[in-house]
T-cell receptor, first 118, second 111 residues
Framework: GAVVSQHPSWVICKSGTSVKIECRSL??????MFWYRQFPKQSLMLMAT?????????EQGVEKDKFLINHASLTLSTLTVTSAHPEDSSFYIC??????????????FGPGTRLTVL | QKEVEQNSGPLSVPEGAIASLNCTYS??????FFWYRQYSGKSPELIMS????GDKEDGRFTAQLNKASQYVSLLIRDSQPSDSATYLC???????????FGAGTRLFVKA
């Protein structure tokens, strides 16, 4: 149980274009999902907390107009990187909490999406 | 002071030895503690969670929590080359959903 998927697993795009990344909880419902970014040899950086049916909560320094988050259902959150630039190239990882499980604080991670902006 | 601190390593141990990974945290009201393993180029995978003081064992892994000292550790017995990865300590405060991750400790198990 507690499987999280992401799509696509990797994407290459041109500078100035937008890229959408999907995060799905496959066998549980998640009112809260999290979006992280990880640069090479660095730790996870929380970008935002995605809340089903309401606005996402962004961490300090993360531009909400650039990183659009939509959490329209209990199993799907999307992150759209708008007007992507080479400095946005990174490993984007989502996670979700299984709120009906015994240990509701545990986050389960998706496999990640590697974004390369040319 | 970082909220969750780990020695970046690398920690190198021979195959079959015990690997000991340590983590300290600054927020005294933290209530949930996790160890994740992350292979290069992959996302983190949960190894163990621990909520109460003391030891928690799962196979070759033992997590130890000491809330008075604000200290969490992970012991890996009979270390295998496949255990070579970065180990992330994560701490969640009481209230809210946010979990803080340490920078990770790189472990190398030499065959």
């Amino acid at each position: 149980g507690a499987v999280v998927s992401q799509h696509p697993s990797w994407v290459i795009c041109k500078s100035g274009t937008s890229v959408k990344i999907e995060c799905r909880s496959l066998d549980f419902q998640a009112t809260t999902m999290f979006w992280y970014r990880q640069f090479p040899k660095q730790s996870l950086m929380l970008m935002a907390t995605s809340n089903e049916g309401s606005k996402a909560t962004y961490e300090q320094g993360v531009e909400k107009d650039k990183f659009l988050i939509n959490h329209a259902s209990l199993t799907l959150s999307t992150l759209t990187v708008t007007s992507a630039h080479p400095e946005d190239s990174s490993f984007y990882i989502c996670s979700a909490r299984d709120e009906l499980a015994g240990e509701t604080d545990t986050q389960y991670f998706g496999p990640g999406t590697r974004l390369t902006v040319l | 002071q970082k909220e969750v601190e780990q020695n970046s390593g690398p920690l190198s141990v021979p195959e079959g030895a015990i690997a000991s990974l340590n983590c300290t945290y600054s927020d005294r009201v933290s209530q949930s503690f996790f160890w994740y393993r992350q292979y290069s180029g992959k996302s983190p995978e949960l190894i163990m969670s621990i909520y109460s003081n003391g030891d928690k064992e799962d196979g070759r892994f033992t997590a130890q929590l000491n809330k008075a000292s604000q200290y969490v550790s992970l012991l890996i017995r009979d270390s295998q080359p496949s255990d070579s990865a970065t180990y992330l300590c994560a701490v969640k405060r009481a209230g809210g959903f946010k979990t803080i991750f340490g920078a990770g400790t790189r472990l190398f198990v030499k065959a």
